[in-house]
T-cell receptor, first 114, second 118 residues
Framework: GDSVTQMEGPVTLSEEAFLTINCTYTATGYPSLFWYVQYPGEGLQLLLK?????DKGSNKGFEATYRKETTSFHLEKGSVQVSDSAVYFC?????????????FGKGTKLTVNP | GAVVSQHPSRVICKSGTSVKIECRSLDFQATTMFWYRQFPKQSLMLMAT?????????EQGVEKDKFLINHASLTLSTLTVTSAHPEDSSFYICSASSLHRQDQETQYFGPGTRLLVL
């Protein structure tokens, strides 16, 4: 079945460091891909998305490119801030029973130290 | 915007009682709402999908008589945990999407409800 695999955390970086969180997927067809972020004590927020191959999603300095040939959607940011500390979830959407359902990776916890 | 709220944010109940959690889409009509459960340090597990006015579709392994879902209007869905037990303690999160929005496949999440059953 469809699945998402994320790099295991936790990831700890210093402020202004470069961030990469790897995400690969297995799916039939052409799913849309998402990154969600969960700040401590809060629900998930959509960070960015891409709906077709070679699309690049971007938001708040984060970027991810939909790579069909490597079935990947790695999240990157050039210079992280303390406020980026959160859990990041990669997800794909699939249509099942007439509804779009999300399949999530296990999440990667990021801690950014000053 | 696309704001989803949940109430309550936190609830503590005694074993054997029932708890109702509300999920509301505040500024859009949610044609589909989803209920997830999140265990500590783990990913979200989809419990059920509900479309307005119809019965919820439960994922395999989720007891429909235990977790009652009602989606009575385009802005409100409720999850009732019946006869709660300590193993039902978890973080419950709802999300909503809308066929009327351009980003119809995007789910917008509520802030979650922390349930603790004593």
């Amino acid at each position: 079945g469809d699945s998402v695999t994320q790099m295991e955390g936790p990831v700890t970086l210093s402020e202004e460091a470069f961030l990469t969180i790897n995400c690969t997927y297995t799916a039939t067809g052409y799913p849309s891909l998402f990154w969600y972020v969960q700040y401590p004590g809060e629900g998930l927020q959509l960070l960015l998305k891409a709906t077709k191959a070679d699309d690049k999603g971007s938001n708040k300095g984060f970027e991810a490119t939909y790579r069909k040939e490597t079935t990947s959607f790695h999240l990157e940011k050039g210079s992280v801030q303390v406020s980026d500390s959160a859990v990041y979830f990669c997800a794909l959407s699939k249509t099942q029973g007439g509804s779009e359902k999300l399949v999530f990776g296990k999440g990667t916890k990021l801690t950014v130290n000053p | 915007g696309a704001v989803v709220s949940q109430h309550p944010s936190r609830v503590i109940c005694k074993s054997g009682t029932s708890v109702k959690i509300e999920c509301r889409s505040l500024d859009f009509q949610a044609t589909t709402m989803f209920w997830y459960r999140q265990f500590p340090k783990q990913s979200l597990m989809l419990m059920a999908t509900s479309n307005e006015g119809s019965k919820a579709t439960y994922e395999q392994g989720v007891e429909k008589d235990k977790f009652l879902i009602n989606h009575a209007s385009l802005t409100l869905s409720t999850l009732t945990v019946t006869s709660a037990h300590p193993e039902d303690s978890s973080f419950y999160i709802c999300s909503a999407s809308s066929l009327h929005r351009q980003d119809q496949e995007t789910q917008y999440f509520g802030p979650g409800t922390r349930l603790l059953v004593l």
